[in-house]
């Protein structure tokens, strides 16, 4: 059983930037590839960013592609999630994921076997 807990999450100005941090229990967090979501008040859940078990292989929806960034930290247990060039149409609920061999799609949410508690990002303009 994998517990994950994210944070970062705030309100920020357009423009701004922030990085949520997703920190995960248990000894096999380096086997997982970890996944991001968001979902925006009345939308549908949608697939952000996902980084491989390695962290050698990252994959982004076209809407944040050269704006965040997925890293992960071994040592630490964590993933994050450097979100640069912040619009408002960002404004959404961040959930982190965790994704246990074999590994699916990653941009599919079915794929995923963990889910954090997600935590509200708000952009102003």
């Known amino acids: 059983q994998v517990q994950l807990v994210e944070s970062g999450g705030g309100l920020v100005q357009a423009g701004g930037s922030l990085r949520l941090s997703c920190a995960a229990s248990?000894?096999?967090?380096?086997?997982?590839?970890m996944g991001w979501f968001r979902q925006a008040p009345g939308k549908e859940r949608e697939f952000v960013a996902a980084?491989?078990?390695?962290?050698?292989?990252?994959y982004y929806a076209d809407s944040v592609k050269g704006r965040f960034t997925a890293s992960r930290d071994h040592a630490l247990n964590t993933a994050y999630l450097q979100m640069n060039s912040l619009k408002p149409e960002d404004t959404a609920v961040y959930y982190c994921?965790?994704?246990?061999?074999?590994?699916?799609?990653?941009?599919?949410?079915?794929?995923?076997?963990?889910w954090g508690q997600g935590t509200q990002v708000t952009v102003s303009s």
């Open positions: 994921a965790a994704n246990r061999p074999p590994y699916g799609d990653s941009r599919l949410g079915a794929s995923y076997d963990y």
């Open positions: 248990g000894s096999t967090f380096s086997r997982y590839a």
């Open positions: 980084i491989s078990w390695s962290g050698s292989s990252t």
